[in-house]
C-alpha cells in the first residue's frame, strides 16, 4: 500500500516517511474505533462476555483492517487530487 502512494509522490521529498506515518494513524484510528465500539456493548442484553472476547481477539482486530480508509476520503487525507481522465 505505501508502495502505491509513493508512485503518486515520488517527486515529494521524505513522502515516505509523511506516507508511513499517515497509514499508521489510519490502521490506529481503526483499532482504537473498533476497540471503542465493543466496549460500548458491555453489559448489553445482546452481547454476552463471551460475544465480546471473541470481538476482541486478534482475529477480530486484524480484521479492523478493512476498516482503514483506502478511496477519496484516504486521498484527501494524504492531499492527493487524481487527475481528470
Known amino acids: 500500500m505505501v508502495a502505491r502512494w509513493e508512485l503518486h509522490y515520488d517527486k515529494v521529498p521524505a513522502a515516505q516517511s509523511l506516507i508511513v506515518e499517515e ?3 489510519w490502521f490506529e484510528q481503526a483499532l482504537v474505533e ?3 465500539g465493543v466496549q460500548s456493548l ?3 442484553r ?3 462476555a463471551a460475544h465480546i472476547e471473541q470481538a476482541l481477539s486478534e482475529e477480530a ?3 479492523a483492517h478493512a476498516a482503514v480508509p483506502r478511496g477519496r476520503g484516504a486521498q484527501a487525507s494524504l492531499g492527493y487530487t ?3 481522465c
Open 46 to 48: 445482546e452481547w454476552t
Open 61 to 63: 482486530l486484524t480484521a
Open 34 to 36: 473498533t476497540v471503542m
Open 42 to 44: 458491555r453489559n448489553s
Open 23 to 25: 497509514m499508521q494513524q
Open 82 to 84: 487524481p487527475e481528470p
